[in-house]
């Protein structure tokens, strides 16, 4: 089932269940699909899908900070729901950012500049 059929189904129950964030969150981000299909002339690949799912979330961690600092928990919180909500749609493997997944580009200087001690045997 592609994404898309995926979140149609999904749409209608979370529409009967009133469930008023879930409901937002998969039409945003089926209008962030279509959007980019629009834009392409042509279907989207299932990598772009996952691209923009990522985007996404990427936009909700940088709300969440910004929410944080001036004092907003309580949309800080509502960002921090919408994030979980569009991750669930990303496949295992995406959920995981770069910056978690690979050292630092500061750890590896320092690790470059670390002096290298030889076995004096």
Request: no cysteine.
């Amino acid at each position: 089932m592609s994404l898309s059929e995926r979140l149609q189904t999904e749409l209608v129950p979370a529409m009967k269940a009133k469930e008023r964030t879930r409901g937002g969150v998969i039409r945003m981000i089926k209008a962030a699909l279509k959007n980019k299909e629009i834009e392409k002339g042509k279907s989207i690949l299932i990598e772009e899908e996952n691209q923009i799912l990522q985007t996404m979330v990427k936009q909700r961690n940088e709300s969440i900070e910004q929410f944080e600092k001036g004092g907003r928990s309580d949309l800080a919180k509502k960002e921090a729901e919408e994030k979980e909500l569009i991750q669930a749609y990303l496949p295992e493997a995406s959920r995981w950012t770069r910056s978690s997944a690979l050292p630092s580009r500061s750890s590896r200087k320092l690790e470059r500049a670390r002096p290298r001690i030889r076995d004096a045997s």
